[in-house]
């Protein structure tokens, strides 16, 4: 074999050994146990539509950090087509939040102090990956879920809702170890619910609505088995306002529409397997 084609061959095996050391590290943070520390940025904000001669507008709110931790299990194998993706999640996250309300008869922020809060998600994702150039990969897939947030205050609240919906992973290689994804997903609500617990207390069904969800993180290997993750995730969705219920003194209750905005960052630690 000739200098030229010999040094042609030497640039093309390298080449390739870069491209398929590439989609391996990508597969192997696919294939991970991860736990995480987290911290939950929620702001939350209910607009009233002036039932009852209630004030109309802008009248309660949440804003603070919850503390938590996150569960994640994710494989990414051969099973029904090549590189399927499946991940079960789940996080939890209990605090103090501050809040902004409105006492009857007068104007928003004429109530104010903490509340507790606990927040709890549940999800399942199955995709299938595509690998691009040998440092890409693209995985599409289809989420399930459910979230659930408990108010604790004078008398507890819970919200429920579930969601479905379609997203992608982008994953890139730049090096070995080390794996970016960005995440991006469109769903919708579905069987949301609020049940309140005081003496004026009521259980009743809550709009639907779209959700989204986005988020960036970094995957290195310290080893083969031992990984390192940090990340930050952005979720949104509605309540619409719940149905007119009457108190036993036969006052009107009701729960005004809402919205929420959930930043949570990450950090963590993995075994990939």
């Not at 040094?7 to 995480?36: R, W």
């Not at 207390?201 to 969800?213: A, H, V």
């Amino acid at each position: 074999m000739k200098i030229n084609e010999m040094a042609v061959f030497v640039a093309t095996a390298a080449l390739c050994s870069t491209a398929f050391a590439g989609t391996d590290d990508i597969k192997a943070s696919n294939n991970q146990f991860e736990i995480q520390a987290i911290s939950t940025k929620v702001d939350y904000k209910e607009t009233n539509d002036g039932r009852g001669g209630s004030a109309v507008g802008k009248y309660y709110t949440e804003s603070g950090h919850i503390p938590g931790f996150a569960l994640s299990f994710s494989m990414m194998n051969d099973v029904l087509f090549d590189n399927d993706y499946l991940q079960l999640q789940y996080s939890k996250s209990d605090g103090h939040v501050g809040y902004e309300g409105t006492l009857r008869g007068r104007g928003f922020g004429s109530s104010a102090g903490q509340v507790g809060s606990t927040i709890s998600d549940y999800s399942l994702r199955w995709g299938k990956g595509f690998a691009l150039d040998g440092t890409f990969m693209i995985t599409p897939y289809g989420e399930l879920g459910r979230h659930e947030q408990q108010i604790k205050a004078s008398s507890d609240s819970t919200f429920t809702h579930n969601w479905y919906g379609a997203g992608t992973l982008v994953q890139y290689s730049p090096f070995s170890r080390l794996v970016f994804t960005a995440n991006a997903l469109v769903g919708r609500t579905f069987a949301a619910d609020f049940d309140g617990n005081g003496p004026s207390g009521f259980s009743g069904s809550l709009g639907d609505s779209n959700l989204y969800k986005a988020g960036l993180s970094t995957d290195y290997a310290f080893t083969k088995n031992f990984h390192g993750n940090v990340g930050v995730d952005y979720t949104s969705f509605k309540y619409g306002s719940s149905a007119t219920h009457r108190t036993s003194s036969g006052s009107p209750v009701w729960m005004p529409e809402s919205k929420t905005f959930d930043t949570t960052l990450k950090i963590g630690i993995g075994y990939a397997f």
